[in-house]
């Protein structure tokens, strides 16, 4: 059996509610049924109230991990003949790059440094150029840094590009306004902030994309999203999809709803944040971001392998930080603040750090 019963401070999946998980027990029903149309139908209307969306925006649900909604925004919402500015500050980044290279479509990168803030002087060189579209994380969920969204939307909208925003790591996290940002797609999925078991990832999608997609023919089945757009009218999806994560989904969307909508979720996430940020001064670590999102701080730890407390925390103190991977496994590691963590949880977590200090780990 694989131990589950840790605190867990990972970026994903992170803790459910009890009501969440209740779900996980149940027999999963039979889906092509008004019952369960109905279910979507909600999903989708909260969905859009909580991204701020434009109300004749639309909802694709798709049975994949966040990437599968990356892939689709990708393919759905532009052809060969786009050219992209992509903005690569760390892992999920470098994927955007990845697809644009696999589906040949011209995209110049903004290479950044890890941590490092997206400023005016990154976009300059692109102002009055020839590019049609706009790829952006709005956290770099690797590196912890929240990139300036309402100088993203000026740019694009100065230059006419459509802009996609992978939102996996901030939806419900940090102040989002689809509307008001013309966002022409957003992204998210179901194992971060909306704190449910992996399996769905879901793109928002303008009423300028929807017409948009409509008149684009991806090589592609699955991932074809005027497919999803069809049946998502009715409340449906084209094939089978993860049944029990969406009921999941719906009741934390409804929990989320009953208890002050997405600005008062956005708050707790950044209390929590701040709370454990205010209290790890006089440990030995230095701070990552130049710019920190509510969802995640990244740390550097001074004298120690970041690598190795990860490992040490999990296997004798029974909590999960999020390790990082590539060139940054050594040197950082992350602490998360998304999902169901409480302060008392940090209390527990910066314990566990004074602890490896004492014993001369840290
Ligand atoms: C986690 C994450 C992804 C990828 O999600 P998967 O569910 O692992 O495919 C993409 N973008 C961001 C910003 C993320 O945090």
Redesign the pocket.
Known sequence: MIETSFLNFT??PVQSSEEVRAIGKLQVPYFRTPEFSELMLENERLVKKFAKADENARVCFMT?????S?EAALINCFTQEDKLIVVNGGS?GE?FEQMAELYHISHTTIKLKHGEALRAEHLAPFEGQDYTGFLV??????TGVLYDMPMISDFCRRNHLFLVA?????FMCDPFNMKEWNVGAM?T?S??ALACP?GV?LVVLSPEAVERVYSHNPMCMYLDLKLALKNGERGQTPFTPAVQTLIQINARLRQIDANGGVDAEVKRCSEQAQDFRSRISDLPFELVSESPANGVTPLHPLHANAYEIFKILKDEYRIWICPNGGDMADKIFRVGHMGCLTKDDNTTLINAFKDLQKRGLL
């Open positions: 970026v994903g994949t991990s966040g990437t599968g990356m999920f994927r994380n709005m956290h770099e969920t690797s992978d939102t996996i790591s901030s992204i999925g194992q971060k992996p990832s």
